[in-house]
């Protein structure tokens, strides 16, 4: 009898290769270059515009081992998701940020929209967490 395959098991991240080197490197080298990756794929983002439709695993691989900031939202409850892109703030790449307070229509640094996805759940790597402010510290 042949194996069946169990689709709750998921497959191991994809070793990193070098297919989106060059696009990784623009994104290193812009102001907020990331990778975000969401229920809709994975989106990596340089000189004010994006690469889409990327391997979301073997692109994941790349810019992590490269040391690109990473965004991976897909294990987070699709309505915090939805906020958060709906109503926070958009990622300043390759432009100034807005000024505070951030909002739906403004460009925040990429660290301020980073600690929002990671306090909602999702997976954040090569940014150290922002340790909280305890009152009366500033």
Do not use: Q
Request: include cysteine; proline fraction near 10%; glycine fraction near 10%.
């Amino acid at each position: 009898m042949a194996d069946i395959a169990n689709p709750d098991i998921r497959k191991p991240a994809s070793s990193p290769t070098r297919e989106y080197e060059e696009y990784i490197a623009r994104a290193l080298a812009t102001e907020g270059g990331h990778l975000s990756i969401g229920r809709g794929g994975a989106t990596l983002y340089f000189d004010r515009g994006w690469l889409s439709g990327c391997h979301e695993e073997r692109i994941k691989a790349e810019a992590i081992a490269a040391g690109l900031p990473v965004i991976d939202s897909r294990s987070v409850p699709f309505d915090l998701v939805w906020d958060l892109a709906v109503r926070g703030p958009m990622v300043a790449v390759g432009e100034p940020p807005s000024s505070p307070p951030y909002h739906a229509f403004a460009y925040a640094p990429l660290a301020v929209v980073l600690e929002a996805y990671r306090a909602a759940g999702a997976e954040v790597f090569n940014v150290p967490a922002v340790p909280p402010s305890k009152e009366g510290e500033g």
